[in-house]
């Protein structure tokens, strides 16, 4: 890391939809201290998931944008919109820097994501040349043996062992919208309020 840059914890995910478990982490890592802000970045597309169908681009940026308005130290990105696809994290990373050299974008993933860190597209590349913060997620525990022998590469990782934790996932969210269930707790009002205006979800298999 450099003291002359702003560092920025990169928090990607499709968002389909953003629900509480995101809102409560993106505060949690921007009020942590380990970055200076965190990027919310919506993602088009999941390499790892290019056969999965997922809501218009545009609807669940605005979804996000709804869920994280006023948050200090969080903003919500549309970058990887413009970026060929499927989005690597390698090449987001590359254009980003090219963007925005005045920031160091570190990758947040989950310890799912981290288990599997070494199917990533140059995996190594991106801890070297930007570090990874990685925090836990319910029935996957972190594995810190992943890189063992790579001491150099492990000492860029931060591992958030303390993070909040939470069952909830965006596919169960989208089962429950289509059963027209309460979901007050589990989403905010402002994501529950534009899902019921755009009529999102509801005719989804």
Not at 11 to 26: E, K, Q, R, T, Y
Not at 119 to 144: C, H, S
Request: proline share 6%.
């Amino acid at each position: 890391m450099t003291d002359t840059k702003r560092i920025t914890a990169l928090f990607g995910g499709s968002f389909d939809p953003i629900h509480n478990g995101h809102v409560m982490l993106a505060n949690y890592i921007a009020a942590s201290g380990v970055v200076d802000e965190v990027c919310v970045m919506v993602s088009p597309q999941n390499p790892l998931k290019a056969d999965k169908r997922i809501t218009d681009d545009r609807l669940r940026l605005e979804m996000a944008q709804a869920a994280l308005h006023g948050m200090k130290n969080v903003f919500v990105s549309d970058f990887e919109f413009s970026l060929p696809r499927p989005s690597f994290t390698f090449d987001t990373l590359n254009a980003l820097g090219k963007a925005f050299p005045d920031r160091l974008f570190i990758p947040l993933v989950g310890s799912d994501n981290w288990n599997n860190i070494t199917k990533w597209y140059r995996a190594e590349e991106i801890i070297r040349d930007n570090g990874l913060i990685v925090y836990p997620r319910p029935g996957y525990p972190i594995d810190k043996e992943i890189l063992a022998g790579k001491r150099e590469l492990i000492e860029k990782v931060i591992f958030l062992t303390d993070a909040p934790v939470t069952e909830i996932s965006s596919t169960y969210i989208r089962e429950r919208l289509r059963r027209g269930d309460d979901l007050r707790g589990f989403i905010p009002e402002s994501v529950a309020e534009f899902i019921k205006q755009h009529n999102i979800y509801l005719h989804r298999q």
